[in-house]
């Protein structure tokens, strides 16, 4: 038996990478909740730098294979409130 992380192979619902970030102070106290303007800039840099994340959300291949239009990994690079994957509006 071998365990594996890896994502399925076809566009089905799987696992997947969910990276949750959070930013603190020296005190260990949330940055984000008393500095929306740190929020924002910490928000930009994050999608700035999406497409070269990417190695991270989708180090196989079957994982970057799955960044396809209509399955469950994000197409966009976008940010939203909602917990389902950002899309375009297009």
Known sequence: MAITFMAK???LEGNSCHIHLSLAGED??????DEPAIFD???AGQ???MRELTLFFAPHI???????EGS???????????TGPARSAS
């Open 9 to 11: 192979f076809n566009e």
């Open 28 to 33: 260990g106290s949330p940055l984000f909740a």
């Open 41 to 43: 800039a910490f928000l």
């Open 47 to 49: 999608l700035a730098c």
């Open 62 to 68: 079957n994982s970057y294979k799955r960044f396809a």
């Open 72 to 82: 469950f990994a994000p197409t966009a690079v976008a940010w939203g409130t909602t």
